[in-house]
């Protein structure tokens, strides 16, 4: 996931607005660039864009990747041990490992996968706004938003539906032996995308 890649390149952090400096820093500044510095974008806006590529990607990698030379081509398969295995990455572990690369790059924002019914216990919601959100998705399929304060700073949250986009989806976690669910279904909502963007800071 080249995230980082898309992210516009200065933000400032203030209240409830994050100003973009130089939205095309990367662009060279020719005579084509219309661009104009000072832009306002709200954090839920910025949310949402971060949530449109983290879905796009996420969702290429499951249908093209995995469901393609897995289930339909039979070529590979996908393994929660991969490197052992010589497979590929599970969808949720690709997600992960582009989580903490960008994490690793900036403290702007972060985002994270959870669910109310995780495979791995330590991707279950740990906070209050965390498990509303997921519950909020679950149930409408629709982003949850909200603001919560943790370690003395104040975030602006975005839950974001995780839906089964692929047969490789429902089939691993209704299989799984650890899996507390064996009744998802192609285009319901398993999970979701936390993203978080931080306010203030001490």
Known sequence: MMIMARTVCALTLGGFF?????????????????QESGTIFTPRMMADALYAVIESDRTVYTREVVDRLQDEEKVIKAS?????????PLPAQMFRMGAKMASDKTNVFSYSLLSLWPINKQNA????????????VAERQKPFYAKETLGGKTFFTAVYP???????????????????????????????????????QR
Not at 18 to 34: E, F, K, P, R, V
Not at 127 to 135: A, D, F, I, R, S
Not at 188 to 195: A, D, F, P
């Open 18 to 34: 994050l100003t973009a400096l130089a939205i095309g820093c990367g662009s060279g500044g020719g005579s084509g660039d219309n």
């Open 80 to 88: 929660e041990h991969w490197k052992d295995d010589k497979a590929l």
């Open 125 to 136: 919601p740990k906070t209050e706004v965390e498990k509303q959100g997921l519950e909020a």
């Open 162 to 200: 995780d839906a089964a986009v692929a047969p490789a989806c429902i089939n691993c976690h209704n299989n799984h032996k650890d899996s507390p669910r064996s009744d998802f279904k192609l285009g319901k909502t398993m999970g979701g995308v936390v993203i978080r963007i931080p306010l203030s």
